[in-house]
């Protein structure tokens, strides 16, 4: 068989595991870059896939290049489950290098700088400015944000409420209360619309509402207006939980109000190391009402 059918059948599976049709499609990618279609799988050696780490070690970053490696050993490893091959070639390849904690954050101040020009962009109508405000406010995913519907938007006698009803994993479904003035702006947003629409549609793109690059944009947009460092989406994620911790809340209610499973994930990747020790009890405030 040909690493290019394989290739074919792995596909298949994980679209039969429920796998998300973005992360299929930038696996396959990654696969093809170490990867001859033509070449027959039983044929790839151990020596061939030192070799192309090496090569792709040479110019990545540690995050990317050990990153498709698990990817390689993933695809590899399932194909001696399926008894397409007896061995796996990238078995003894061991990464090197060593990964970056997180992504960029923004520091305190800074982040009150963005929230404050984001809120004045969404003002002004700008609904990636909105999303942007909500993912350091919320400390949303980016998926979480993009994938909401209006119906998710919950205005009750406790205040407004934003259901996420799926997400990485089991513990992302949750709901979290929107603080003013974030949640005057979503009311604003869904108005009158349809509980069915996308809370951020978008005619242009084939799924109905925004993708992940429009968010990346709409972050970049607002670091720029605001003076401060550029971080993405995932950077206002960790913004978000390094200055939660140090407010004081403890580590299991951060961790669940990220969506995570274990408080381990959140300390390790998510909050600036020292969080914990300079918590206390105060509330966190970015954006005044």
């Known amino acids: 068989m040909t690493v290019g059918r394989a290739l074919e059948r792995y596909e298949e599976h994980q679209r039969r595991k429920g796998n998300k049709?973005?992360?299929?499609?930038?696996?396959?990618?990654?696969?093809?870059?170490?990867?001859?279609?033509?070449?027959?799988?039983?044929?790839?050696?151990?020596?061939?896939?030192?070799?192309?780490?090496?090569?792709?070690?040479?110019?990545?970053?540690a995050d990317s290049h050990r990153g498709e490696l698990a990817v390689v050993k993933t695809f590899f490893n399932w194909a001696v489950a399926q008894e397409l091959i007896t061995r796996s070639p990238a078995e003894k390849v061991e990464p090197v290098g060593r990964r970056r904690r997180g992504?960029?954050?923004?520091?305190?101040?800074?982040?009150?700088?963005?929230?404050?020009?984001?809120?004045?962009?969404?003002?002004?109508?700008?609904?990636?400015?909105?999303?942007?405000?909500?993912?350091?406010?919320?400390?949303?995913?980016?998926?979480?944000?993009?994938?909401?519907?209006?119906?998710?938007?919950?205005?009750?006698?406790?205040?407004?409420?934003?259901?996420?009803?799926?997400?990485?994993?089991?513990?992302?479904?949750?709901?979290?209360?929107?603080?003013?003035?974030?949640?005057?702006?979503?009311?604003?947003?869904?108005?009158?619309?349809?509980?069915?629409?996308?809370?951020?549609?978008?005619?242009?793109?084939?799924?109905?509402?925004?993708?992940?690059?429009?968010?990346?944009?709409?972050?970049?947009?607002v670091c720029k207006a605001a003076g401060v460092p550029r971080v993405c989406p995932h950077g206002l994620r960790g913004t978000w939980a390094t200055l939660t911790t140090d407010a004081g809340v403890a580590a299991h209610v951060v961790a669940r109000e990220l969506g995570h499973t274990n408080p381990s994930v959140t300390k390790e990747h998510y909050t600036e190391r020292g969080a914990d020790d300079r918590a206390r009890t105060r509330k966190l405030h970015l954006v005044a009402g």
């Not at 109508?125 to 909105?130: F, K, N, P, Q, V």
């Not at 005619?203 to 109905?208: R, V």
């Not at 925004?210 to 944009?217: G, P």
Request: no cysteine.
């Open 103 to 221: 992504k960029a954050q923004l520091r305190k101040g800074e982040a009150k700088a963005f929230a404050a020009k984001a809120l004045l962009m969404a003002q002004g109508g700008d609904d990636g400015a909105l999303a942007a405000l909500a993912a350091l406010i919320l400390g949303l995913r980016s998926s979480e944000l993009r994938l909401r519907q209006v119906r998710d938007v919950d205005e009750s006698d406790e205040g407004v409420l934003l259901w996420v009803d799926a997400g990485k994993t089991e513990a992302a479904r949750r709901f979290m209360e929107v603080p003013e003035p974030l949640a005057g702006l979503f009311l604003g947003l869904v108005g009158t619309r349809a509980k069915e629409d996308w809370l951020f549609p978008s005619a242009a793109a084939g799924t109905g509402h925004r993708e992940a690059t429009w968010l990346r944009k709409a972050v970049r947009r």
């Open 21 to 61: 049709a973005g992360s299929i499609a930038h696996n396959l990618w990654r696969l093809r870059k170490w990867l001859d279609e033509d070449q027959a799988i039983a044929d790839v050696t151990e020596g061939q896939m030192k070799k192309t780490y090496q090569e792709r070690a040479s110019h990545l970053a």
